[in-house]
Nanobody, 122 residues
Framework: QVQLVESGGGLVQAGGSLRLSCAAS?????MGWFRQAPGKQREFVAA????????FYTDSLKGRFTISGDNAKNTVYLQMNSLKPEDTAVYYC??????????????????WGQGTQVTVSS
């Protein structure tokens, strides 16, 4: 019953910034961002709890990426700064229905968006 729609992707020069948005229908869930480049496994980027009292990041991205949420709009954001070519990937948002399973793993999530392409040029 949950639909997720990502937006905000595009082509940006190295060192630039983008803000991704994910609009969700239905009730509020814990939300995560993942990314996947061609030939690579989907990897965790960031997550935020449904109460928005805790955030989690991949260590290598912490400091450049920030996840936030707007409960009134039922939308989660990913602010991406100091982008590098290796950040190029399809970025997905996902919703986790309950507290079972780790926020760091894709299989813990119940609903997924269609993805938005982020390309960082050198």
């Amino acid at each position: 019953q949950v639909q997720l729609v990502e937006s905000g992707g595009g082509l940006v020069q190295a060192g630039g910034s983008l803000r991704l948005s994910c609009a969700a229908s239905g009730r509020t869930y814990s939300m995560g961002w993942f990314r996947q480049a061609p030939g690579k496994q989907r990897e965790f980027v960031a997550a935020i709890t449904s109460s928005a009292d805790s955030t989690f990041y991949t260590d290598s991205l912490k400091g450049r990426f920030t996840i936030s949420g707007d409960n009134a709009k039922n939308t989660v954001y990913l602010q991406m700064n100091s982008l590098k070519p290796e950040d190029t990937a399809v970025y997905y948002c996902a919703a986790k229905r309950n507290q079972r399973g780790s926020l760091y793993y894709a299989l813990s999530y119940d609903y997924w968006g269609q993805g938005t392409q982020v390309t960082v040029s050198s």
